[in-house]
Structure formats: C-alpha cells, structure tokens
C-alpha cells in the first residue's frame, strides 16, 4: 500500500508540475499576445488624438485605461505625461526605455507586490512619443491558482485510489501465500491430513500447490514409516528382554553361589537390562502417540488430590522422599479434566527426573492462573541453562549427563513423554527458575468450570 500509494503520489505531483508550469506558459503567451495586440490599437488611438485633438489626449488617456484595465505612461517629447500623478516614470525600466528611445517595440513581465505585470513599450517618432501600457495579470493568477488547488486535488485522489488499489493487489497476490501459511501452521500443529486447495489463480499457484501438498504427502509417509519402525522395533524386542530379565533375576536368585566378579557382573547386567527395558517401553509409548493410538480415559477430578494421591503414589513406586505439595486454599476444591494415569505418568516422569539429574524434587506448588491452575515442581539441582531449555525436551537429549553415563542413567525420553501427555491434556508444559535456584517445571492446565 505504502509503495503504490507513493508511487502513485510521486506520478501525480511530477504530471501536475509539468501540467501546471505548461499551462501557465501556455495562458501567460496567450494573455501577452492579446494584451499586446490592444497597446498597438491603444497606441494608434493616441496617436490619432495627439494629431487631431491633443487637448483631450488625457481623456482618452483615461478612457483607455478604464476600459482595458491597464496604465498608460506617455513620454511626449521627453515629458512624461500620466493622469496618475503619483505614477512615477519609474515604473518602466531602464532597458525598456533604451529599446524604445532606439524605436523598437519591447516587452516584459515583471513581478512585484501587487502581482504579475506585463509592459508594453511602443515608440512614435512621427509624434515624438513612447507608449508604456502596463497590463496587471492578477486575474491570470487567480486561474492559475485554482489549477494549481485541482492539479493538488488530483493528485491526492490519485494517492488515495493508488493506496486503496496497492491494498487490493497485495491482498490478491499475498492470498495464496497466507493460505500456505495456515496451512502450514495447522499441519507443524499436528493435523497431517490437511492439504491446500486446488485453485484456479495461476499457473504459479497451482504450481506451488501442488509442489507443497507433495511435499506434506512424503513427509506424512516418512513419519508413518519411522513411526512404525520404532513401534514394531519396540514391540520385537519386548520378547528377547522380557527373557533376559528373567534370566537375571533367576541369576539374582542365587547371587551368593556366584564368584564376586561373577557377582559384579550380574549387577551390571540387571542395571542394563532395566534401563533397557525402560527404554523401550518409552518407545512403545511415544509410537503410540505419534500414531495417535493412545486413548484417553478423561475424568472431572480434584486437582489438588488428585497431585497428592500421585506424588505419594510415584513416591512409593521409586523409593524417593516424598516432596512437599503446597496448594492455595482457593484451588482445594478446584477441577480438571485429565487422564489419570497419564497425569501420573507426568508426576513420575519428573519426579524421577530430578531424582536422577538435581538432587531430587524439592516442593510442588498449585496456584491459579486465570481459567488455568499451574502446578510448579521445583528440584535442589542447579538449574537449567537458557540455551537447553526447549532442548532438554527433545527426544533422546541427555545435556551434560549424556557425558557421563557412571553418574547419571537415563533414555533421554522421559520429558518428551511429560510433553507429549501434557499436550494431550491441552495443557502447556515449560521449564523456568526456581526461587530456590534449582529448575522449575510449569505445567498449565485449563480448569473445568462448573455452575453454582
């Protein structure tokens, strides 16, 4: 809109310049040539009266200038004569008065403060007199004025047409482009079935069209295809580790008739058959989720019972201290509608996380947050850097623990898994500080609202 409207403006100022300056020199020619032609008729009747009647040369004088609207300066024999006394010869400048005193005919325009002046210089040397008729242009000015006010008029419509025609053309030609957009934006949101429409607006569009749903279509097949490897991997090998996990216990059976290396190796392989097998029950799960195969079980629950019944529940489960849960008065009696045992999953997930990476979880805190309540979990760890704040829950990222596997255990999917339950529950999920100076963990939840 800006560049057409001021493209537009730049057009019409630079017509209407070229305009206004050609009509003003073509009306001012024109005013001249007729003002011109009158001072010889004037001339030539002065002429006449000075030959056949000179005592009334000053009433024709007058005449003259009453009816052509201009002032007349005689020079009679080196005697200036006016019936405008307070007229000075002045008025005529010297370069006129030398091109008429050599007997040629001269012209100027002039400008002064009371406007534009055209003068006409005509000698008589039959009569030994210089004719000076000064001819006002004002009224000339008053027209041009009002062409200029309609050139300036034009040239605003034109601005404004041009914005409101930049306006169109850009919403025409950025149609497709903000369709792509939403398009785009509702597949990154998960929905792969959506495509753009076919349209008929170009072959440029029908190009990209076809290129983007092309594009969505081998990029939904690749997904399915990872998917179902991950799953059928996962699945395959549930077998194999459920007899490896029995034999390790078999093994842990009869742990003291085994050599102490013998020993220090079963507890190595207990250790890597569990972290095995959590491995792979979380890709089990998250194979699920892509494919949109886990079914909620939703219910209208008390939030803050529901958070205790859950921490003590993990708590047991893990063999961790039980944290501290703080809940505001006002949100006691306050709902949600969850999955309870995803939201379970969700408490487990973290609590083990800062079990294994901060010390342990610290306090878990309820309060309100508009339609929303937010369940924070602070841990004793020394918190999270900027820089790993969104990557810590991608898939399979460990941060610095991924460094030292003798300190640390872990698959890498467990805050993945908290996201993607979190979501599922159309709840956000983000990691912030604690005012302890661990890492917190906010999660929103919408609220249910019921009537009184």
């Not at 010869?89 to 008065?97: I, Q, W």
Request: aromatic share 4%.
């Amino acid at each position: 809109m800006l560049i057409f409207g001021l493209g537009t403006l730049a057009i019409s100022c630079l017509l209407g310049t070229l305009t206004f300056f050609g009509v003003r020199d073509v009306l001012i020619a024109q005013q001249q040539q007729t003002d011109l032609q009158q001072s010889y008729v004037n001339a030539a009747l002065i002429r006449n009266t000075i030959f056949t009647a000179p005592l009334t040369l000053n009433n024709v004088v007058s005449s003259i200038e009453q009816s052509a609207g201009s002032s007349l300066l005689l020079d009679i024999d080196g005697q200036w004569q006016t019936p405008n006394a307070q007229r000075p010869a002045s008025d005529v400048s010297l370069s006129a008065l030398r091109q008429v005193s050599g007997d040629h005919v001269t012209t100027e325009t002039r400008m002064n403060a009371a406007g534009l002046d055209f003068v006409v210089g005509i000698p008589m040397p039959a009569v030994q007199t210089r004719v000076f008729e000064v001819w006002q242009l004002n009224g000339l000015e008053h027209n041009l004025r009002v062409l200029l006010a309609v050139i300036a008029s034009a040239a605003l419509f034109t601005s404004v047409a041009g914005a409101a025609g930049g306006v169109w053309v850009s919403r025409r030609a950025v149609r497709p482009l903000v369709v792509v957009s939403d398009t785009a934006a509702r597949i990154a949101g998960g929905d792969f079935a959506t495509r753009l429409p076919t349209t008929h607006a170009g072959s440029e569009v029908e190009q990209l069209t076809e290129s983007f749903n092309a594009m969505v279509d081998q990029l939904v097949t690749r997904l399915e295809r990872d998917a179902r490897f991950a799953s059928d991997v996962s699945h395959e090998l549930r077998s194999p580790l459920t007899t490896l996990a029995m034999t390790a216990s078999i093994l842990e059976a009869h742990r003291d008739e085994l050599e102490p290396a013998a020993q220090q190796s079963l507890t190595l392989l207990s250790a890597e058959i569990g972290l095995f097998q959590g491995l792979v029950e979380d890709l089990i799960e998250l194979s699920r989720s892509d494919a949109g195969a886990n079914t909620l079980t939703l219910e209208v629950l008390p939030f803050a019972e529901l958070t205790r019944q859950a921490v003590r529940s993990v708590t047991r489960r893990l063999d961790v201290a039980e944290p501290l849960v703080e809940v505001e008065p006002s949100l006691e009696a306050a709902r949600v509608l969850v999955d309870r045992r995803r939201f379970e999953r969700i408490i487990a997930n973290l609590i083990d996380n800062a079990q294994r990476h901060a010390g342990g979880a610290v306090a878990l805190r309820l309060s309100a947050e508009g339609a929303h309540v937010r369940l924070n979990i602070d841990d004793a760890g020394a918190g999270v850097s900027d820089a790993e704040k969104e990557r810590i829950f991608e898939r399979f990222y460990r941060g610095r623990a991924a460094h030292d596997r003798t300190t640390v255990r872990g698959t890498g999917l467990g805050l993945s898994l908290v996201r993607e339950h979190v979501r599922s529950l159309d709840g956000e999920i983000r990691v912030t500080t604690s005012p302890e100076g661990g890492a917190r963990f906010q999660i929103d939840l919408p609220l249910v609202e019921f009537p009184s």
